[in-house]
């Protein structure tokens, strides 16, 4: 059974900064293109970045270029969201998805598992 679990979501004051780790089991992790998406209230969703399988190809979303950071360590199953200079604009729930190709997708539809969200709010 494929899990992604996503934590370190939280209250930060704007201008602060959270790390946001997935953790992946059930999937052969290296096998998979990895994103991070978000979905605030009112608003579409977005595809804030992705990783490729082996991590040397990152994609991101203008609204978060230079402030946000993607990892992956394959050896611990696990893919990070760094967020830097935060903004209320980035308050959302933050989700990580897993797909099994060997680009770095940003259509939701090109992710076969999704995690159960991790709500980030930044206050101004």
């Known amino acids: 059974q494929v899990q992604l679990v996503e934590s370190g979501g939280g209250l930060v004051q704007a201008g602060g900064s959270l790390r946001l780790p997935c953790a992946a089991s059930?999937?052969?992790?290296?096998?998979?293109?990895m994103g991070w998406f978000r979905q605030a209230p009112g608003r579409e969703g977005e595809c804030v970045g992705s990783?490729?399988?082996?991590?040397?190809?990152?994609n991101y979303a203008d609204s978060v270029k230079g402030r946000f950071t993607i990892s992956r360590d394959n050896a611990r199953n696990t893919v990070y969201l760094q967020m830097n200079s935060l903004r209320p604009e980035d308050t959302a729930v933050y989700y990580c998805?897993?797909?099994?190709?060997?680009?770095?997708?940003?259509?939701?539809?090109?992710?076969?598992?999704w995690g159960q969200g991790t709500q980030v709010t930044v206050s101004s």
């Open positions: 990783i490729s399988r082996s991590g040397r190809t990152k």
């Open positions: 998805a897993s797909a099994t190709v060997p680009f770095t997708p940003a259509q939701a539809s090109t992710y076969n598992y």
């Open positions: 059930g999937v052969t992790f290296s096998n998979n293109a």
